[in-house]
T-cell receptor, first 113, second 112 residues
Framework: DTAVSQTPKYLVTQMGNDKSIKCEQN?????MYWYKQDSKKFLKIMFS???????INETVPNRFSPKSPDKAHLNLHINSLELGDSAVYFC????????????FGSGTRLTVV | GDSVTQMEGPVTLSEEAFLTINCTYT??????LFWYVQYPGEGLQLLLK?????DKGSNKGFEATYRKETTSFHLEKGSVQVSDSAVYFC???????????FGAGTRLAVHP
């Protein structure tokens, strides 16, 4: 009954490869997000979708492309992976009422070697 | 732009000690304020929140009061336990799209 689930939990890949991370939420929320957490634990928003529409697109390299097939799913595809992409990526979702906060997935630890 | 500043860690305490983690913010408008906790190897969990000035959020013995005059939202707990060891993040919602902006996080280590 996981509310926000991400797969895979761990991902180790070589530089230059293309990989995807999937996220699904069963909370009925209409907004989903991708955050990146670096090695110092700093969290930065990357993208947000509301009902399949991209509403937040922070300064992120074009190699990162989010896709939302429906409001319960938000995937992240990364092309031509670089060493600096190594991080933990968190998916989150929220209701349109901003006072309720976000629900986060357990994260995907990406290691580029 | 909007931002959150937290005290640097790590904070190391003995069990049953009093905890304060300072958090101040800069924002246009009237943000909602949050504390999230991240246990080792896990995602972030909402700990408590406050949506307007003078509101006090509380949960699991933790408290924080939304102080508009000092733009602060300090986290406190009267008696910490070893199980409280985690990274604590202060955050605010910014703008019309409910963007959540985080502070840098404060690591808390509680020893028996």
């Amino acid at each position: 009954d996981t509310a926000v689930s991400q797969t895979p939990k761990y991902l180790v890949t070589q530089m230059g490869n293309d990989k995807s991370i999937k996220c699904e939420q069963n909370l009925g929320h209409d907004t989903m997000y991708w955050y990146k957490q670096d090695s110092k634990k700093f969290l930065k928003i990357m993208f947000s979708y509301n009902n399949k529409e991209l509403i937040i697109n922070e300064t992120v390299p074009n190699r990162f492309s989010p896709k939302s097939p429906d409001k319960a799913h938000l995937n992240l595809h990364i092309n031509s992976l670089e060493l600096g992409d190594s991080a933990v990526y968190f998916c989150a979702s929220s209701h349109r009422d901003r006072d309720l906060g976000y629900t986060f997935g357990s994260g995907t630890r990406l290691t580029v070697v | 732009g909007d931002s959150v500043t937290q005290m640097e860690g790590p904070v190391t305490l003995s069990e049953e000690a009093f905890l304060t983690i300072n958090c101040t913010y800069t924002a246009t408008g009237y943000p909602s304020l949050f504390w999230y906790v991240q246990y080792p190897g896990e995602g972030l969990q909402l700990l408590l929140k406050a949506t307007k000035a003078d509101d006090k959020g509380s949960n699991k013995g933790f408290e924080a009061t939304y102080r508009k005059e000092t733009t602060s939202f300090h986290l406190e707990k009267g008696s910490v336990q070893v199980s409280d060891s985690a990274v604590y993040f202060c955050a605010l919602t910014s703008g019309g799209y409910n963007k959540l902006i985080f502070g840098a996080g404060t690591r808390l280590a509680v020893h028996p």
